[in-house]
């Protein structure tokens, strides 16, 4: 039987090395990818990849072996993120490489599929158009598939704050979208006598 994040993190506190491996085989891929969608830069990205897992060790006898281990991992990426956008001061960021992922264009029709590319590179912009408070929300609900409560311990704020800023982000992002197909299709009057 595989073992549970907490049988994992109790024998990581007593010193077992192959404990923390098999944490780091089970979770590296949800921290890189969250580190990379929030400062769009691979090395930057494994850097915090192992940032994150050698704070795992540090802090081992600190972590709740009663809680599932993800959240905590949440939140020490996103404040490590937070950490590398500020001092470079990199405050926009694009998630194409995240969203391809997990919205691949139909392969069956080429029209069919020139649409989604389109649609998927106004998501994208306007994603990336977002302020950053609102585009980590998004991030962690939309692509990660966190919950609200999930998403409140992982950025340190209300549950409330975070249905707000879900709110407004999606309200930013449908006038984003609907403004620029207003732009795509211009009203055209036709005179046809």
Same mark, same amino acid.
């Given at each position: ?63 709740? &072996?009663? =809680?599932? #281990?993800?959240?905590?991992? !949440?939140?020490?990426? *996103? ?64 692509? &990660?598939? =966190?919950? #609200?409560?999930?998403?409140? !311990?992982?950025?340190? *704020? ?36």
């Amino acid at each position: 039987m595989k073992d549970a994040d907490g049988q994992l993190v109790t024998r990581m506190q007593a010193g077992d090395l192959d404990a923390l491996g098999k944490l780091y085989q089970r979770y590296k891929s949800m921290v890189y990818r969250t580190a990379f969608a929030i400062t769009r830069d691979e090395r930057t990205a494994e850097d915090i990849l192992q940032e994150t897992f050698l704070r795992v060790y540090t802090y081992a006898d600190s972590i709740d &072996e009663t =809680l599932p #281990l993800g959240p905590w991992l !949440y939140r020490v990426t *996103v404040n490590q993120s937070y950490t590398w956008t500020n001092r470079v001061k990199r405050w926009f960021y694009s998630v194409q490489d995240v969203l391809d992922r997990w919205m691949a264009p139909s392969r069956w029709l080429p029209e069919k599929a020139a649409e989604e590319e389109e649609w998927r590179r106004i998501l994208r912009q306007a994603i990336d158009a977002l302020p950053p408070k609102h585009r980590i929300v998004v991030i962690l609900h939309y692509l &990660e598939g =966190l919950s #609200l409560k999930e998403i409140s !311990y992982v950025i340190d *704020v209300p549950e409330g704050t975070v249905k707000s800023r879900l709110y407004y982000a999606r309200e930013s992002l449908r006038e984003t979208i609907l403004e620029r197909d207003h732009r795509l299709v211009p009203e055209v009057a036709y005179d046809f006598t």
